[in-house]
């Protein structure tokens, strides 16, 4: 059953459409009196840009609302239509059409992730390879297959190592949460909108999703490739103009902070994808597991921990050699 963006209340439908397929009416929560979800009527463009600023109603429309049916009213009287809608509706939940949905939800979940999959393993790769650059063109039969053991490495080894940790984590978890709740409030009211339509696969949905404004920024990155350390210079100013007026002021506290931002001391790239990633990852769980941000810090750690171990593995064949797995391992772990 779809939820309301907002409040996450419980709803039937959506939006009811009229006569004509554009000509539609978004329905108003009971509870918080907002409109249930008003992505419905945004763009593609738009959800992504509210996916890559961390929005938590886009979550909710992806994860709950997404393939929802409308509530139709074509000429005849509403109570029949509405009656009509109603059964179809309780039927779609459960038989054959609810494992097609199922199904549907796994595969959209496979092509998602085979693309965001592809997109990081090119990153890695441009920043593995930035001293390579070939007469003709940079794609060779080397970089060729130095792109498909990255790619194959970032599937096997951290994609599905890191989703499968905070998997396994978040389903022990609730178990855990479930059992003492049992124990110590039995008659505690039931469990939220939130969690009686939670789905195992919510989860790399969510983390997939956040995934995202990670990769947007790293791919921003990949513009200013890294330099080789064989053609680096010594640089007398590395830091703005600006910032000699601290130094005229004998703050070098000030002065010695800014430094950290310099290129050579900085690893931007680090902080992004672990960083930002692991805050953006903890946000998506939140959505769907609605619990406080400590205990989602635990379960992404965990993943760290998986991803961290079979990527220690592999990493001297994804990187070719010893050099470049060391640089490959220092890349993927946190």
Known sequence: MPICTTCTHSIPYLYTVYESEYNLRLEQCPSCHEFVDPYVEHDSLTILLDLILLKRGVYRHLLYNRGAEPRKLTGGSKKADVRETTGTKQTSDGGPNGFRKEMDRWLLLFQLGTALILVDAFIRSSYLNADKV????????????????????????????????????????????????????????????????????????????????KLFLLFLLTIWLPTSTQSVHHVQNPLPEWTKHISRNNSSFVAGALEILDDDKLDREWIVRNVLGGMSAGFGLRVILDIHPLFTTIIIVSGWVAKTAVATLLSGWVGGNERNGEAWLAYSIP
């Open 134 to 213: 070939a007469e003709t063109t940079r794609w060779t039969k080397q970089t060729v297959l130095s792109f498909l053991r990255i790619f194959l490495g970032t599937a096997a080894a951290e994609t599905i190592a890191f989703h499968g940790g905070i998997t396994l984590t978040c389903y022990l978890f609730m178990k855990l949460m479930d059992l003492l709740q049992s124990r110590i409030r039995p008659r505690s009211p039931s469990k939220s909108s939130i969690r009686q339509e939670f789905r195992l696969s919510m989860i790399s949905f969510s983390l997939f999703y956040s995934s995202i404004t």
